[in-house]
């Protein structure tokens, strides 16, 4: 388990008799056997990471080091505001073609007993060493090229177009509009630029349950 996780769960895992490694993971809260990512959430960092595009961005760092991949909720499904249900359900129907299971547990000690029920299964008797995974660095070039796509309106294609005609990103934000409008086009090479040199405007923080 994640060293970050919870310590009550690692008092009840060892409780039930599991054997517990609690060190840094950084793809997922538990691994089990060598195939087996679990993610502990709450409803409202579930709703949240649905939200903000988190949770998708984590499935697929999980989806490098695990063929099986269980997203755990401790909290019940019918705790959920009827104004992120439609999201809610959009989501399970993403993850579920991506191969992904949710499941809802209601407290830590539903969570320990799960994890150590789906670890008998998966390990049986004799628990094997788990290496733990660790995530590629990325390259330089590929987070220019992920700063990039994090622009409205600019995928891959056009990220790409960007970085093999100016080279830098440096100079992809320096390059007059008519030279942007050149490589992506007018209305992309406006949203661009209007985003590059829009100020920050703080704004007070709303709870997605409101």
């Known amino acids: 388990m994640d060293d970050r996780e919870p310590g009550i769960i690692e008092i009840l895992l060892r409780k039930y008799g599991a054997l517990v490694d609690k060190r840094r993971i950084e793809i997922a809260d538990y691994l089990i056997g060598e195939d087996v990512c679990v993610e502990r959430k709450s409803l409202n960092d579930f709703i949240r990471s649905i939200y903000d595009g988190r949770l998708f961005d984590q499935i697929e760092q999980m989806k490098n ?102 080279g830098t990103l440096n100079d992809v934000f320096n390059a007059d509009f008519f030279s942007l409008k050149r490589v992506i086009g007018e209305a992309k090479a406006k ?20």
């Open 65 to 166: 080091g695990c063929n099986i991949i269980i997203v755990l909720v401790e909290e019940p499904y019918f705790h959920i505001r009827p104004n992120s249900k439609l999201h809610y359900l959009g989501a399970l129907s993403s993850l579920a073609l991506r191969g992904v299971s949710v499941m809802h547990v209601t407290s830590p000690d539903d969570t320990a007993r799960f994890l150590f029920y789906l670890a008998k299964k998966v390990e049986g008797e004799k628990p094997s060493i788990i290496p733990v995974k660790r995530r590629r660095r990325p390259k330089s070039w590929e987070e220019a090229f992920a700063v990039l796509t994090s622009f409205p309106g600019i995928g891959p294609k056009s990220a790409e177009k960007l970085l093999k005609r100016f």
């Open 191 to 210: 949203k661009l630029k209007e985003v590059i040199n829009t100020p920050f405007r703080r704004v007070k923080e709303t709870r997605l349950e409101d």
